[in-house]
Each structure stands twice: as structure tokens, then as C-alpha cells.
């Protein structure tokens, strides 16, 4: 008998030391993965609590006499009462090079049946975005492949530029194919041997999307190869909104891995409109006050904490990022796009009309602008396509005008038939990105007229072949162009003859 | 509706603030709390009540060292519980026992809303969480 009260005793002297103290409360109630929970009473925000069953849960509203918590993973098998206890901890994903070529859901575990992630470290989810004396100014350019953006509306290395448009005017292709580019480049690159060369690694965090969508986008990455480079975060419609509403800062965690450790990486959120109603349901469930459009107060910061985490560091590396809003009937004064333009570096403005009419990308250049990119964009891009913007909206205003007047001059004929083959030169099928040697090849072209004795209409399939014609037969040429980044006089002489033997060779 | 939970929940804490003296959930205060809404019957005196009774529950608690063991906890242990735990949240609290055959070994004791855990099956669960 005393042996049990010793044992008992011996128990108690521990208590003060070894026993574990764990905060916990019970469930109240629960739906749509959003549980108020009785206790707590430690909980600090954003902790990572512990439900039954293996389920986790982040406090996000704290209030006096409950606590609002949203639940990720398995939330059928939770019920009232069930006991959830603190962690201490914040919510972590795994991080690293591991990840790459893997699908995982906002966790970070694998959800593509490849078997578990060997990740050696973690990261947590929310964080802190770097502070000014830490960020260096964007210069490096991120190529997205697609000319008339990396020509007009250049992107930088630690840049936060925003694709907007509405429902099926390419905003994810457009962000695939950037994706697709730095594959292709990252493969040329380190095959180069290049010491100083940077690879580019993306991060894709799919939100809200139908899981067939998903699916789709996995295979066109990897069709091209670029699976490889990259890591996809998968929280689908399916998902609850806590999945959902995690899923882009889990997303950013694992880009902040390759910042900090001296990489570039790529992050594309697709989309932040679907992350926003997420949010919105959740507010709505934890009876948080709502405002505009239904969104609870603090929605700015929902999107202002995720996008200040790209950024370029100084001695180490970058984060770049393209968000993705979808409008409704074109109208980019609604509150979530007016509130993600304000926060970004620039918007690539994607149009239905212009889709319709065929012209493909449908990037709206007049409405597009980079603020940062063009101190990004090489010299030789800026040598040939410098004054393309101003071209395209002259272009623009004289075709407005020309419909109504049929005694047109001279200039302003050439004025018109040069502007609608930039037009046709900017169009691109997708998921086929153009190296940048090989749009300043054709832009150059453009520039010294070898386009303007072609019918408009075969533009596309002239440009096609000059781009075939480049690719297998001047290749040297071309890799000369990416290694000088600038044209001197005898590049330009090069070019010049390369494009009269393409002349020579071709027949419309 | 919203509104009226609210101005509920407000009342129920000023009541509830009347029954505590010294951090110690008085007896005869709530019984003059209760008599008050009783006599006067305030709006929504069920939704008052109700919130009333919370927090007077997660007070008590507060006072409260809950024993859990296998077996049966000597008084000695009790006591000594009462002490520390008196000694550790700087407030009058008592010890009572409770069987909690579950427990492979050791104790478990709970103040409001913290656990103490010190037997096998907590410390098999703390670990799990920290791997
Ligand atoms: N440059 C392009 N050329 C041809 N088709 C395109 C192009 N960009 C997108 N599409 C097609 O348009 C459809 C919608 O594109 P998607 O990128 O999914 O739009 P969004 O993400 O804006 O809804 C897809 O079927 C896609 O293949
Ligand atoms: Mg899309």
C-alpha cells in the first residue's frame, strides 16, 4: 500500500517539474470548419491548437468568453465537447528543395500519392515581411517568356505584379508560362555552367479551383518539363475555407525558404479572389463585423502581410510575386481588386474583348503598368522594344480615328500598318514562352521593317517560322544576344543579316 | 437578437463581478444576485442567467484542483496538491479527487482550463505533438 502513496508522492514532486501543463478548452460549437471553442484562456493568436484525431486549428478570433478557431485537415469526427488543447507553437509548413516537384495541400503534406515529403526543415506560415533596411531595389529581371510583356511591362526579381481580368482571359496561362520560362532558362543556365547564374524556382498555390482544373495545370508543367522547378499548393474548392484561407501563406513560407537561403523563386497566388472569400465565409461563421461587400474589416491586411513577404533581400535572395484577381465584367474598382492593385508593384490587365477578337494574350497595354521592372529589363530589350508602347497607343488612337476618316496620308497609313503587326507580333499560343534572345530577334526584325511587306494577316505565321528559322539555324547567334544582354554594332550587323537570310528563304 | 445577447452578456458580467470578492465566488452574493433578477426580472433574464452561470462555472473551476488517477489519491496528496497549487496561481484553491481509470500511471490535474498531465498516456501525447 505505501508503495502506491510513495509512487503518488514521487508523482506530486514532479508535478512541478516534469508534468507537462497543456491549456485546453472544449468545443462548443462547430461548422464549416470554423469551431467556437469554451477555454483557452492561454491561446495567443494565430497558435496552432491540437483537436482529436490529429486535426489542427489556429485561434483567430480571441474573445472574453470564447475562442473562434479554424480547423485544417479532417473535421468530420470532431463534435461538441471534444477537447482541443494549445500547442504553444505556431503553424509551421515544411520547406525546401524536397518540395520541389511535389503537390501539397496548405499544409505542406504530399497530396499526389508520391509518398512522404523528406523535408529536413520547417517553416511558419505567417511571418513578419522584411523590413525596408533589409530589401534591396528590384534590377534583375524575371522573363516571362510572353513579349509583350517582358518588351512593355517588364518584371523584376522581388517584384509583386498583379495579373487581373475577368473569368477565361488567360490569367493562369499567362502565369504558367512564366512558370514554364524559368524552367527553360533554369535548364540552359546551370547546363552552362554559369557560376553566377541564378535559377528561378516557382511556387503555384491553386486556391479555391476545381481539383480537375488542378490537374490540368500539373500536367501542362509537367508536358514542358517544369515540374521539376517547381512546387504546387493545392487547396481546392472542395477544401474548407480554413484550407483555403492558409493556403497562400503556406505558399509564401516555402518561397521565403529559397529567398533566405540566397535563391530566386517565383510565387503565383491563383487566385486572390476566391482566397478573399474564403476569408469572408470564415469572418461570416466567427460573426466577425462585416463591411463593403460583406468583407470583414481587416481584409486589406489580409493580402497587404501576404504580398510585403516578396521582396528582394540584400546579400541573399528573392521573392517574387504574381497574385492573380478575377474582376467581374472588367470592373477593377470593386473593393478586393482596388485594394490588391493599391498593394502591388503593377497590374498586367487582361481583357475579354481583346480575347475574343483573337488577339492572345489578352494583355490590355494601354491599362498594364510595371513600376519597378523597367530598371529590371536588359539593355538589348530596351533597344529594341523601348518605344513600343508609345507606338501601340498611337496605333490605337489613329485606328479609333481612322474608322471615321478614308483620306488618310501617307505617315499615317505606315503609322497603321506597322501597329497592327506589333499586334499580330505579340501574339503567342499558349504554354510556348520565347526566350528574351529570341524576342529581341524579332522584335529587331520588326523594328528594321521586315514585316511590313507582309500581308497582316499571315504576320503570325511569318513570326512563327522566323522564330524556327532563329532556333535551329542561329543558334550561336542567339546565345551570343543572351550572354551580351545589350546590341552592339557588330550584333546588330549579325542580326541584320541573319534576318536577310530568313528574307531570302521565305515565301508567304 | 445580436444585440440582445450582447446587452446580456454585459449585464451577466456586472453580476458576476458583484459575486466575486477577494477572487473567491461568494455564496451569499449570488444568492443575492439571484434574488435581484428575480425581483426585477430583466430583459431576457434566461439569455442573463445563462451567460451569468458561465462564468460563474469557469470561476469556480478556477478555485478548483481536479485529481484524476487510476486509482485512489490519498488525502495526504490532496492537501499537497491544494497547497501547490494555491502557492502557483496565488488564489484559494481546493483539491478533489476523481477516478479517471484511463490514465495508464500518474496523475492528471486540471485548474480551469490548464491540465497538469505527469502520467504516461500525457506524456505519450505531449510527445506526439512535438515530433
Ligand atoms: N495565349 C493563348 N492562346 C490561345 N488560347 C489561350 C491563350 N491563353 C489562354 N488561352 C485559353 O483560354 C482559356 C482560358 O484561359 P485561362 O488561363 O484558364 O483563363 P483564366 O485563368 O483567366 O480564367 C483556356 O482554355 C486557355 O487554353
Ligand atoms: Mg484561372
Known sequence: MSTVLDQIEQQIAKLSTKAVKKNTGNIRTIADGVAKIDGLSDVMYNEMVAFP??????????????????????????????????TGKLLSVPV?????????????????????????????????????????????????????????????????????????????????????????????????????????YSIYVAIGQKSSNI?????????????????????TAADNPANQYIAPYSGAAMGEWFM???????????????????????????????GREAYPGDVFYLHSRLLERAARLDG?????????????????????????????DGQIFLETDLFNQGIRPAVSVGLSVSRVGSSAQIKATKQV?????????????????????????????????????????????????????LQVSILFAMQKGFFDPIDAKKVVAAAANMKNFFTTRKDA????????????????????????????GYTA | MAAAAKQAQQLARQLFKLSVVDNV??????????????????????????????????????????????????????AAIAAAMTKKYRRPITATARAHPALLAGLRVRVGDDVYESSVSGQLAALSLSV
Open chain 1, 53 to 86: 484525431g490529429g486535426a489542427i486549428g489556429i485561434a483567430l478570433n480571441l474573445e472574453e468568453t470564447e475562442v473562434g478557431c479554424v480547423i485544417l485537415g479532417d473535421v468530420s469526427k470532431l463534435k461538441e465537447g471534444d477537447e482541443v488543447t494549445t
Open chain 1, 96 to 200: 525546401g528543395k524536397a518540395l520541389l516537384g511535389r503537390v501539397v495541400d496548405a499544409l505542406g503534406n504530399a497530396v499526389d500519392g508520391k509518398g512522404p515529403i523528406d523535408a529536413k526543415e520547417t517553416y511558419p506560415v505567417e511571418r513578419i515581411a522584411p523590413g525596408i533596411m533589409a530589401r534591396k531595389s528590384v534590377n534583375q529581371p524575371l522573363f516571362t517568356g510572353i513579349m509583350a510583356i517582358d518588351s512593355m511591362i517588364p518584371i523584376g526579381r522581388g517584384q509583386r505584379e498583379l495579373i487581373i481580368g475577368d473569368r477565361g482571359t488567360g490569367k493562369t496561362t499567362i502565369a504558367i508560362d512564366t512558370i514554364i520560362n524559368q524552367a527553360k532558362i533554369n535548364k540552359v543556365g546551370l547546363a552552362s555552367g554559369d557560376a553566377k547564374f541564378r535559377p528561378v
Open chain 1, 215 to 235: 490537374v490540368r495545370t500539373v500536367a501542362a508543367l509537367e508536358a514542358a518539363g517544369a515540374l521539376e522547378y517547381t512546387i504546387i499548393v493545392a487547396a
Open chain 1, 260 to 290: 533566405e537561403n540566397g535563391m530566386d523563386a517565383l510565387i503565383v497566388y491563383d487566385d486572390l479572389s476566391k482566397h478573399a472569400v474564403a476569408y469572408r465565409q470564415i469572418s461570416l461563421i466567427l460573426k466577425r463585423p462585416s
Open chain 1, 316 to 344: 541573399k535572395g528573392s521573392l517574387t510575386a504574381l497574385p492573380i484577381i478575377e474582376t467581374l465584367a472588367g470592373d477593377v474598382s470593386a473593393y478586393i481588386p482596388t485594394n490588391v492593385i493599391s498593394i502591388t
Open chain 1, 385 to 437: 522594344g523601348g518605344k513600343l508602347k508609345g507606338e501601340l497607343a498611337q496605333f490605337r488612337e489613329l485606328a479609333a480615328f481612322a474608322q471615321f476618316g478614308s483620306d488618310l496620308d501617307a505617315k499615317t497609313k505606315a503609322q497603321l500598318e506597322r501597329g497592327a503587326r506589333i499586334v499580330e507580333l505579340f501574339k503567342q499560343p499558349a504554354f510556348s514562352p520565347a526566350a528574351i534572345e
Open chain 1, 477 to 504: 547567334l542567339l546565345t551570343e544576344i543572351r550572354n551580351k544582354a545589350a546590341l552592339d554594332k557588330d550584333l546588330e550587323a549579325k542580326l541584320q543579316a541573319a534576318c536577310d537570310e530568313w528574307k531570302s
Open chain 2, 25 to 78: 465566488v461568494s455564496t451569499d452574493r449570488v444568492a443575492g444576485v439571484l434574488a435581484y433578477v428575480e425581483k426585477h426580472a430583466p430583459a431576457n433574464a434566461v439569455l442573463v442567467l445563462k451567460a451569468y452561470h458561465r462564468l460563474i462555472a469557469v470561476e469556480l473551476a478556477k478555485s478548483e484542483a481536479r485529481v484524476e488517477h487510476a486509482g485512489a489519491v490519498a488525502p495526504a496528496a490532496l
